[in-house]
């Protein structure tokens, strides 16, 4: 899968399990060029994600929420996750 098929999976996961008002998966793997977790092909993304489903809810939560809808492309097509979840009411 390449960066491309990447993102729309992110976005299709995403979308699908938490019903976002708004999100962005932002690809970031040209700012690890020569990193290790880098060399193996796998891909280095950036989300910001707006969801009702964050309301009341820890970080912590919201990362497991978001690595849920991940689920094996945690293992197969992504390196490095970074998130910045909110619920509406934080915006």
């Known amino acids: 899968m390449d960066s491309t098929e990447r993102i729309e999976e992110i976005n299709r996961r995403l979308q699908s399990a938490l ?8 690809d970031e793997g040209h700012l690890h060029v020569g990193h ?13 994600i707006v969801a009702a489903a964050f309301d009341g809810q820890t970080a912590i939560k919201r990362h497991r929420l978001v690595y849920g809808a991940m689920g094996e492309l ?3 097509d992504i390196h490095a996750l ?10």
């Open 74 to 76: 945690m293992e197969s």
């Open 82 to 91: 970074a998130i910045e979840a909110y619920s509406p009411e934080e915006l």
């Open 36 to 48: 290790e977790g880098a060399r193996d092909g796998r891909g280095h993304f950036r989300v910001l």
């Open 19 to 26: 019903r976002p008002e708004t999100l962005q998966v932002i």
